[in-house]
């Protein structure tokens, strides 16, 4: 991921920098950078070489090379003067979601000797994302005979920034009707509704418009919008009412189809069939919750329909509906916060990236053989991978950053004696049971002349006869 050559990229201007300065982490063998979402191409990112230690001269000579791990080319290195540049557009939102940390993770390798660096670019968020409303219009039906405070659910706006960024408020153009309420729960989920402060009359206007504002807290702000009909409707005085407005279930990854995950429940004050209730997802639900969930309509209860994955999705936010069977119906709403547990269900992986051979018989103690990764897709100690090799070797493994291993020369070797070692470098996760992954390195011991000749004897008699 470089250039070479007379005609290299030259190093953007100094004023092209938002950025922090570089940090060298002591004993973490880290280089730190941070760089601003959709930073224009050739933005300046830091003087790598340099912060490295490289001369700019042995750049080339000494195989100067940059790999991002998934990432694409989004940053390049110039070898003309060994500055790491913006080379495409980075969208914090597509490459980590709403994680609260984002970052590019390149490996710097360059060759005699071997060396690998790694460096870290933190990607700062910018407020490049309004406030979205899942709907633009919003049909509400509400009785003419609803008691004053009665709460009308909405489903709030949703911003793909983070922090500050994302910190929402919302405002409801004037209305003597309506005000709005914004509720926020243990889940940071912020719970939107109408709160009727002066009753309907459906004679007198059948419709009300309302428009409700989303404002972010970035700077500068950014707004979304929704607009709110609201029918007003003559019978069927009493809605179902949840027991509970938030439901919180956990359930281990990979749990058997027909799981039960919670039973919810809605009581209706009505009699007869204005009291029967039927249960139902939201109707802005995602595809994926209804393929991986099934909602009894009789009974309130939600089962596992599909393969929960923790590493795909790690909670999910569900609306419920209870809708009595009145005519007009009414309606009311909760949640279901489903979180996923973690199971050991994902063996190490295990790569050898780079090797230096063959190995000469005079290499030296410490030198490099070859560079290892391991990773785990588990979290927590079911994620946490070790690695070590097989015995009676002259070989050892260090451990040069997270789940980043060198294989180097742990005592002197002699080709005449062994010419060939066969090393296999096991990673074995922290689950119980551990699962474990395998990889095999042959290494070649390289001859150096470090025999002199020798005779077959020391000493010699020859008898021959006079006047030879």
Request: glycine fraction near 6%; charged fraction near 25%.
């Amino acid at each position: 991921m470089v250039f070479t050559g007379s005609g290299g990229l030259r190093a953007p201007p100094l004023l092209l920098s938002f950025l922090l300065p570089a940090i060298w982490e002591a004993g973490s063998g880290q280089l730190h950078y941070s760089v601003p979402e959709e930073a224009k191409h050739g933005t300046f990112v830091g003087r790598i070489a340099q912060d490295l230690g490289l001369e700019l001269t042995e750049l080339v000579p000494r195989l100067f090379r940059v790999a991002s791990k998934g990432r694409g080319d989004l940053l390049e290195v110039n070898l003309q003067n060994g500055i790491l540049f913006v080379n495409g557009r980075i969208d914090r939102e597509e490459l980590c979601g709403r994680s609260a940390e984002c970052s590019l993770h390149l490996e710097v390798i360059v060759d005699r000797p071997l060396q690998v660096f790694h460096v870290e670019v933190e990607v700062k968020d910018i407020n490049d994302n309004s406030p979205v409303f899942p709907m633009t219009v919003k049909n509400l039906f509400i009785y003419e005979s609803r008691q004053l405070g009665s709460r009308f659910s909405l489903e709030g706006a949703v911003d793909a920034d983070i922090g500050t960024n994302s910190l929402l408020t919302y405002n409801l153009d004037s209305t003597e009707y309506f005000t709005l309420d914004v509720k926020k729960n243990n889940e940071d989920i912020k719970s939107l509704g109408l709160i009727l402060k002066k009753l309907l009359n459906r004679e007198d206007t059948p419709e009300h418009h309302l428009l409700i504002t989303a404002t972010d807290g970035g700077k500068p702000e950014l707004t979304g919008t929704t607009q709110v009909k609201v029918t007003v409707l003559d019978v069927n005085d009493n809605a179902p009412v949840f027991e509970r407005t938030l439901y919180r279930v956990r359930l281990f990854e990979n749990a058997p189809n027909g799981t039960l995950a919670v039973t919810v429940n809605a009581s209706d004050l009505d009699e007869g069939v204005n009291k029967d209730i039927v249960y139902s997802f939201h109707a802005d639900i995602s595809a994926e919750i209804l393929s991986k969930f099934h909602l009894d309509p009789v009974n309130g209860c939600i089962r596992v329909n599909a393969n929960l994955d923790f590493e795909e999705t790690k909670l999910y936010e569900i609306e419920v509906e209870a809708t009595d069977k009145g005519n007009p119906p009414m309606t009311d709403h909760c949640t279901v916060l489903v979180e996923i547990v973690d199971i050991n269900d994902n063996a190490p992986e295990l790569v050898i990236k780079s090797l230096a051979l063959p190995v000469l018989e005079n290499s030296e103690v410490g030198t490099t053989i070859a560079l290892i990764s391991v990773s785990d897709r588990d979290s927590g100690t079911n994620g946490q991978v070790t690695c070590s090799l097989t015995p009676d070797t002259p070989f050892k493994l260090v451990s040069t950053f997270k789940n980043y291993y060198s294989l180097v020369l742990d005592s002197t070797l002699d080709r005449e004696t062994t010419s060939e070692y066969k090393v296999v470098v096991t990673a074995r996760d922290g689950g119980s049971p551990p699962l474990w992954a395998t990889a095999s390195v042959s290494v070649e011991v390289a001859d150096v002349n470090d025999n002199a000749p020798v005779f077959a004897q020391a000493e010699y008699t020859v008898f021959v006869k006079e006047n030879n």
